[in-house]
């Protein structure tokens, strides 16, 4: 995919929310095709996504099929969530989505929503502006307003959330 491309809504199989998708650019590495793993999308009652609120809270009933295990990676026990928020510079966090046993299997869905969550909320922290951020500045934006829609495979070993704003 083109550098300039967006995320649009695609994938949402039930209703999708009244809320505004955050205009991310598509992470687009200079690097060869990769192997594209499927999008993990998030419902959370009725709605597309999650509240990265109610994820936060770690709780495993807020996902109908919170119990479900995506696989995201087969060679690693860690993935990188990357968030390129307009006006501020690219953030990236690496998440583990392994269990720590010895079978090592994927986490659950509830759990990647909670540490999606948590990456989200520490590019709130520490949030960097690159240029104007205009309407999706983050003080203008409350964090409690977010939803998480998908997680999109963008290159090997990364994935960019997909956030709707409720305001």
Not at 125 to 143: C, K, M, Q, Y
Request: aromatic residues 10%; hydrophobic residues 35%; proline residues 9%.
């Amino acid at each position: 995919m083109p550098h300039n491309t967006y995320h649009v809504f695609t994938n949402c199989r039930v209703n999708h929310s009244r809320g505004i998708l955050v205009p991310q650019i598509v992470y687009n590495p200079a690097t060869p095709p990769f192997p594209k793993l499927p999008d993990i999308t998030f419902a959370q009652g009725q709605h597309c996504g999650v509240s990265l609120l109610s994820a936060l809270g770690c709780h495993q009933a807020i996902l109908a099929d919170g119990e479900t295990r995506p696989v995201m990676t087969t060679t690693s026990t860690k993935i990188k969530i990357r968030i390129l928020w307009p006006g501020y510079q690219e953030f990236s966090k690496d998440i583990n989505v392994r269990e720590h046993t010895r079978a090592g299997d994927p986490i659950p869905k509830w759990k990647l929503a909670f540490c999606v969550a948590q990456v989200v909320q520490a590019f709130y922290t520490g949030a960097v502006l690159s240029g104007n951020p205009e309407d999706w500045s983050i003080h203008r934006i409350p964090f409690g307003s977010l939803r998480l829609l998908e997680l999109r495979h963008v290159s090997t070993g990364s994935w960019q959330p997909v956030l709707i704003y409720e305001p």
